[in-house]
């Protein structure tokens, strides 16, 4: 067993139970302690989470809190209080389908974070902490109430792949989206966007989509842009004059991108126009090809 340094150490008897417990017997007393806190603080300080958790060496590697079928006890995880920042082993972190709305700042130090997946949860802010991830790579945080993201939150997301903020409320994508050199894939759809920043442009992106927001003028750059990767068939025909339409879907999967590109494709409809014989090949999240996606030109 490995045991950590520890500032404070809380015993009772629940925790006592927690640490002799054959699920918990080979992670270490910091993780340990970090978890039960965590627990604790949704009100579950006796539920067995050890089906939701990865261990290596000791370490707490991988947290899965999603949705379980019916007959498995699952904590509603509303926080995840600033213990999360003390599992610094930390690779993957899901919390999707929960009723959570607050993620600590400490989340910020967990550098070895890869994969974080906080789709259809109930988040009205972009968590701070995330902004000082630099080896992140993929990033869901799509199905939430967000109305605004800072300008600088993508500065130091220098190795982000990956990027899902679809079915959120913010109407500006922040223009440190620029300095996310690797990413490949983004999904906008069904936010509330007037605009594309030019710094879009820069970036080898392959996956992309744009659909349903109020994009009606973009720029000369990102039309330029768009026309470059698109599919040569894309359009904006909504009229523009009434705010409460959106712009039509422009949407695209490159059939070269494979299954599991990016985080989650859990909504089987992201290409709201269809065409099977366009060519293009999509996937849902199980990596099944599901029908292509073309978008027309004027």
């Given at each position: 067993m490995i045991f950590c340094k520890l500032n404070t150490i809380f015993?009772?008897?629940?925790?006592?139970?927690?640490?002799?417990?054959?699920?918990?017997?080979?992670?270490?007393?910091?993780?340990?302690?970090?978890m039960?806190?965590?627990?604790?603080?949704?009100?579950?300080?006796?539920?067995?989470?050890?089906?939701?958790?990865?261990?290596?060496?000791?370490?707490?590697?991988?947290?899965?809190?999603?949705?379980?079928?019916?007959s498995e006890i699952l904590p509603h995880i509303g926080c995840l209080p600033s213990q999360i920042g003390d599992l610094d082993s930390?690779?993957?972190?899901?919390?999707?389908?929960?009723?959570?709305?607050?993620?600590?700042?400490?989340?910020?130090?967990?550098k070895s974070l890869k994969r974080i997946d906080f789709h259809a949860n109930l988040l009205r802010n972009f968590p701070e902490g995330i902004k000082h991830l630099p080896s992140l790579q993929y990033l869901d945080i799509s199905s939430n109430p967000i109305y605004s993201i800072d300008d600088n939150t993508f500065y130091e997301l220098i190795n982000l792949l990956s990027l899902d903020l679809s079915l959120n409320q913010f109407s500006i994508l922040p223009v440190s989206i620029g300095n996310c050199k690797k990413l490949n894939a983004i999904y906008l759809n069904s936010c509330n966007l007037y605009s594309l920043p030019d710094e879009l442009a820069s970036l080898n992106i392959y996956n992309i989509d744009i659909g349903y927001n109020h994009i009606c003028h973009p720029s000369p750059a990102i039309e330029q842009w768009l026309d470059s990767i698109l599919i040569p068939e894309w359009e904006?025909?909504?009229?523009?004059?009434?705010?409460?339409?959106?712009?039509?879907?422009?949407?695209?999967?490159?059939?070269?991108?494979?299954?599991?590109g990016a985080i989650s494709f859990q909504p089987a409809t992201r290409f709201s126009i269809s065409n099977p014989n366009s060519g293009l090949k999509r996937y849902d999240a199980a990596g099944r090809v599901v029908k292509s996606a073309v978008v027309r030109r004027r």
């Amino acid at each position: 067993m490995i045991f950590c340094k520890l500032n404070t150490i809380f015993i009772s008897a629940i925790f006592i139970n927690f640490l002799q417990s054959a699920a918990y017997s080979q992670i270490c007393l910091k993780d340990s302690l970090a978890m039960q806190a965590i627990l604790d603080t949704n009100g579950y300080p006796d539920v067995d989470v050890h089906s939701q958790i990865n261990v290596s060496n000791g370490r707490i590697y991988s947290i899965n809190f999603g949705r379980l079928p019916a007959s498995e006890i699952l904590p509603h995880i509303g926080c995840l209080p600033s213990q999360i920042g003390d599992l610094d082993s930390l690779k993957y972190l899901e919390v999707f389908w929960q009723p959570l709305s607050y993620v600590s700042d400490s989340i910020g130090k967990l550098k070895s974070l890869k994969r974080i997946d906080f789709h259809a949860n109930l988040l009205r802010n972009f968590p701070e902490g995330i902004k000082h991830l630099p080896s992140l790579q993929y990033l869901d945080i799509s199905s939430n109430p967000i109305y605004s993201i800072d300008d600088n939150t993508f500065y130091e997301l220098i190795n982000l792949l990956s990027l899902d903020l679809s079915l959120n409320q913010f109407s500006i994508l922040p223009v440190s989206i620029g300095n996310c050199k690797k990413l490949n894939a983004i999904y906008l759809n069904s936010c509330n966007l007037y605009s594309l920043p030019d710094e879009l442009a820069s970036l080898n992106i392959y996956n992309i989509d744009i659909g349903y927001n109020h994009i009606c003028h973009p720029s000369p750059a990102i039309e330029q842009w768009l026309d470059s990767i698109l599919i040569p068939e894309w359009e904006i025909t909504q009229d523009c004059t009434d705010a409460a339409h959106y712009s039509p879907a422009i949407s695209w999967l490159s059939k070269d991108f494979g299954p599991r590109g990016a985080i989650s494709f859990q909504p089987a409809t992201r290409f709201s126009i269809s065409n099977p014989n366009s060519g293009l090949k999509r996937y849902d999240a199980a990596g099944r090809v599901v029908k292509s996606a073309v978008v027309r030109r004027r």
